[in-house]
């Protein structure tokens, strides 16, 4: 009896604002993490549910952008629910939204990306009251800029002044919903299921969920010297964040003039910095080849990056490689440009291409015989290269910073 009336009164306490603003939050966190799926796993079909969706963003199409806002907004929905006072009917009233979200999208949580699990449990477990390891990241995140720095100063400025305008439609609803109730607004949504199967599966993974070395952001005590990490750490970091990683030519060797007389397929980091010729800026960057892995932890990057092997390509001479690789790049050169076909043609065409040459790297790195197990310190001969070497890196660096 003690408890219902505590239950009514924390109900009476909740204003119409603090309701509508929850909902809206959870709202924005499900239209981000729609995004994600579409912009990371474009072979993972599900079922698009908010159609009015506000993300409009020039760099939503960057899988690491999509991924921190998404982390951010949730962060947002938990910590404007916990603002309301955490009431357990709004808990209850948003679950019920998410799993009818989850069972109308077509998403299975036992069958998914496994990154995509890990983000589809933490929102579980902020709509039970904790989302502790949420929290923890955010915490502990890598800031991108130094917090002192006047460079810091500047972006906090221009955030402020771009969220003017946001700011005073938000006062100007909490003017119109002030003196009102929660029971005044009601929120329903079109999910077209009942949201019964997602619960139970919840039910069942509750509490015994393994995030395996998983962050929702970068962290401050992540190892910074990428060559120092182990095979595990690198083949479940490409596991977490596939959209980061590729198979692509490197130049490993040098002869006294500084002309490339070696390439080798290497996985690689998408923030290493390299050259547009295969050259890699310095011994330290996430590149790896193939005398690191075993076949078996090879199998499981291929698979980690949904990469199919063809048969094909296990027989294919070093010339036969480069035929073939130059004649998918110079294709897609050519679809770029093609005027004959539609948009979604061309896409659908350079995807096409884009997968055979992933499949043509895989399959090199899978039958490379290299005996190195490291990315080599180049031995760069001559004043010419080292200068071009110098110049390229700091173009990287300047477009890098411009981006």
């Known amino acids: 009896m003690q408890r219902q009336k505590e239950l009514m009164q924390t109900q009476k306490q909740v204003s119409a604002y603090d309701k509508k603003t929850v909902h809206k939050m959870f709202r924005i966190s499900l239209e ?4 994600y799926i579409e912009v ?8 698009k549910q908010i159609h009015d969706s506000n993300v409009t963003r020039l760099d939503a199409n960057d899988p690491n952008r999509v991924e921190s806002f998404f982390t951010t907004s949730l962060f947002g929905f938990k910590s404007v629910i916990e603002l309301a006072g955490k009431p357990e009917f709004l808990y209850d009233e948003v679950k019920e939204e998410y799993y ?17 699990k890990h983000f ?20 502990n995140r890598k800031w991108e800029i ?16 771009k969220i003017q305008s946001p700011l005073s439609k938000e006062r100007e609803e909490y003017e119109n919903l002030k003196g009102k109730n929660h029971t005044d607004v009601k929120f329903e949504n079109n999910f077209n299921d009942s949201g019964k199967r997602s619960k139970e599966a919840f039910e069942k ?18 190892e910074d010297d990428p060559q120092r990490r182990s095979n595990s750490e690198i083949i479940q970091d490409v596991k977490n964040y596939p959209q980061n990683w590729r198979f692509d030519e490197v130049i490993t060797e040098y002869d006294s ?3 490339a007389i070696k390439n080798e397929i290497a996985l690689i980091h998408n923030s290493a910095e390299i050259g547009f010729d295969g050259a890699v800026s310095d011994a330290q960057q996430p590149v790896y080849l193939a005398g690191r892995f075993n076949q078996a932890e090879i199998t499981e990057i291929n698979q980690a990056l949904n990469i199919s092997q ?12 480069i035929a073939e690789t130059e004649r998918l790049k110079a294709e897609n050169e050519e679809l770029k440009n093609n005027q004959t076909l539609t948009s979604s043609e061309k896409a659908t065409k350079i995807q096409q291409n884009q997968q055979k040459l992933s499949s043509l790297y895989s399959t090199q790195f899978s039958n490379s015989n290299s005996n190195s197990n490291t990315f080599p310190s180049l031995a760069i001969g001559g004043t010419l290269l080292t200068v071009i070497g110098l110049v390229s890196f700091l173009v990287i660096r300047k477009y890098k910073k411009n981006k």
């Open 32 to 35: 981000w993490l729609e995004k």
């Open 40 to 47: 990371v796993y474009p072979d993972y079909k599900i079922k």
């Open 100 to 116: 009818k979200w989850l069972g109308a999208a077509g998403i299975d949580v036992n069958n998914c990306p496994p990154r995509l």
């Open 120 to 139: 589809l449990f933490e929102i579980n477990e902020v709509l039970e009251g904790r989302g502790d390891k949420l929290e923890k990241d955010i915490e």
């Open 146 to 161: 130094d917090p002192n720095s006047r460079e810091y100063e500047e972006a906090v400025n221009k955030v402020f002044t």
């Open 205 to 222: 993974i509750a509490g015994q969920h393994d995030y395996k070395g998983f962050n929702f952001l970068p962290q401050k005590d992540q």
């Open 257 to 259: 003039f500084g002309k």
């Open 310 to 321: 063809v048969k094909n390509y296990d027989n294919l001479t070093r010339e036969q490689f």
